[in-house]
């Protein structure tokens, strides 16, 4: 009889002590899984409705209510300029549409510094900067970087030719000067290296036709994470300062001067002091 009840002692034990782990077990799990739900809800994204391109859109198309949709984008990432309503994006209304400067793809959003103003007209003029003209490069000037260049890349002006008598000079004439147009870019703004136009001021404007029609122009680009404006006329060069040519100074011969006398009939010349 003691042996059965040592045994139904220990069988209720080992019960027990079963019943006990599974808790254990059961509340591990809970626990587990309010904080799976508290850390999802601390990261948890926030997003908003933008305007973004239904298609790829290139320089110089006109976006319309038609080429727009909104798309949902994390509120803590939003760039600067998106238009999140309609009110926004066409405030003057949805038959005022604006013309797209750089390139934007489907899912990115617009931003204001890719489109126009509203009702702004297509071509050059909807691209410039107020108080700033344009400056067309010839194709033989950029062909040499044709598929390389991009709206909104910068370049710097570099002029050869000589004044007067002297040598031919290479200087840098112009620093950070925008392409804002480029002939049939693709997707990405890239050109061909044809109708390449910068924008200029008035004053770089006519800087650069002068130095056009004394010598060459040439362009190099410069690199997107360059900052430097540069001092255009610190940079200057010719032949002989690349080959380290130093010219000779010519001793200037000291003046002689004589005057004349009569001997007789002999003639003498006597050598006195200059007089200026």
């Not at 006519?206 to 410069?222: E, F, K, Y």
Request: proline share 6%; glycine share 8%.
């Amino acid at each position: 009889m003691r042996a059965v009840f040592g045994l139904v002692l220990l069988v209720g034990m080992g019960l027990a002590g079963f019943a006990v782990y599974l808790v254990n077990q059961h509340f591990a799990a809970q626990e587990a899984a309010l904080a799976e739900a508290y850390d999802k809800a601390n990261n948890v994204v926030t997003v908003v409705d933008v305007y973004s391109p239904v298609r790829d859109l290139t320089y110089g198309e006109r976006l319309t209510k038609d080429d727009v949709q909104l798309i949902k984008y994390a509120e803590a990432n939003l760039p600067e300029g998106v238009f999140r309503t309609e009110e926004e994006l066409f405030p003057e209304g949805i038959n005022v549409p604006r013309v797209v400067t750089v390139p934007v793809r489907v899912n990115e959003p617009i931003v204001e510094a890719k489109v126009t103003r509203p009702g702004a007209p297509q071509g050059i003029t909807a691209l410039l900067d107020p108080g700033m003209r344009a400056f067309p490069l010839p194709d033989e000037m950029t062909r040499a970087f044709a598929g390389e260049l991009r709206i909104r890349d910068f370049v710097d002006m570099y002029w050869v030719g000589n004044v007067g008598d002297a040598l031919d000079i290479s200087r840098l004439v112009k620093s950070r000067l925008e392409i804002i147009a480029i002939e049939a870019p693709d997707a990405d703004g890239n050109g061909g290296g044809r109708g390449v136009v910068l924008q200029v001021s008035p004053e770089d404007f006519a800087d650069l036709r002068a130095l056009d029609s004394a010598g060459q122009l040439s362009i190099t680009p410069v690199g997107s994470s360059d900052e430097t404006t540069g001092d255009a006329p610190a940079i200057s060069t010719n032949v002989s300062t690349v080959l380290g040519i130093v010219e000779e100074e010519e001793e200037e011969e000291e003046e002689i001067c004589f005057v004349t006398r009569r001997v007789g009939t002999e003639r003498i010349q006597e050598e006195v002091p200059c007089t200026e």
